[in-house]
């Protein structure tokens, strides 16, 4: 399927790894112009390096801490005017919420919920200029399925999709759209941290918990982080333009629910 999207430009924040690499590879594959953003500088240029092998792409790397406005302002000095533009952050590591503190809060809001509404607001009254956007989230299946010991994770990225549902209503009519991926365990870098301070936690070894996060999925297994990109290209393209305000499990059928 054409997704129709080529030479569009694509901002990706939290790109160099797992799940927002693969959805940077995606959209290069399909023409677009990609600026992918990221803390780690040296798994930015290992994305960038592998994204071109697999696609014969260029693809521009910006070392930036999105949470700051210095890392914003980079982040779109960079690519000024994204179409699409995908809001990805790693969650806080899980824990018990008697020894969270204030500080603690305002990180997790700051990572998980603030600075993603805040590259929405640079960001989308060019796209209602221009006629198109795509913005899209990745959250987790926390928003439905709360755990409590990521509540740092539920209480910020459920903030966010309540704001995006809010605002996603008023921009369709002008071809922009606002859309959450809600992933369940997936085999990614952040998974496998998630697992190690679970193992930490409790002094279970970290292969018994992986293998056991596994197995009690009705589906069996990890998603792999290119399920995750595939389900974000079709978002970011023009075949999507009805669907906004969304917030779409993909987590292998955990959710028990029939809404």
């Not at 795509?134 to 209480?155: M, T, Y």
């Not at 606002?178 to 369940?184: C, Q």
Request: proline share 4%.
């Amino acid at each position: 399927m054409d997704l129709g999207i080529q030479g569009r430009k694509a901002l990706l924040t939290g790109a160099s790894k797992g799940m927002g690499r693969a959805c940077a590879e995606a959209l290069a594959r399909e023409g677009c112009v990609v600026t992918i953003v990221a803390r780690g500088a040296e798994d930015l240029d290992r994305a960038v390096q592998d994204i071109g092998a697999a696609t014969g792409a260029q693809v521009t790397a910006v070392t930036a801490d999105i949470t700051t406005p210095q890392g914003r302002a980079a982040a779109l000095e960079a690519c000024p005017e994204p179409d699409i533009l995908l809001n990805n952050a790693a969650g806080m590591k899980p824990g018990d919420f008697r020894d969270w503190t204030r500080e603690t809060w305002i990180e997790a809001l700051d990572l998980m919920m603030l600075a993603p509404i805040e590259m929405i607001r640079l960001t989308y009254d060019g796209m209602l200029d221009r006629g198109f956007g795509r913005v899209v989230n990745i959250a987790s299946r926390g928003v439905k399925i709360p755990q409590a010991d990521l509540g740092l994770s539920n209480g910020a990225r459920t903030g966010l999709v309540g704001f995006c549902a809010g605002l996603a209503r008023r921009g369709i009519a002008r071809n922009v759209t606002i859309n959450t991926i809600l992933p369940g365990i997936v085999a990614s870098d952040g998974q496998r941290q998630h697992v190690q301070a679970l193992a930490q936690r409790t002094g279970r070894s970290f292969d018994d918990i992986w293998a056991e996060r596994a197995a009690s999925s009705p589906a069996g297994r990890y998603g792999d982080p290119e399920e995750i990109a595939a389900l974000f290209a079709f978002l970011a393209s023009t075949h999507s333009g009805l669907m906004t305000g969304q917030s779409i499990l993909m987590d292998g059928g955990d959710y028990p629910g029939t809404l």
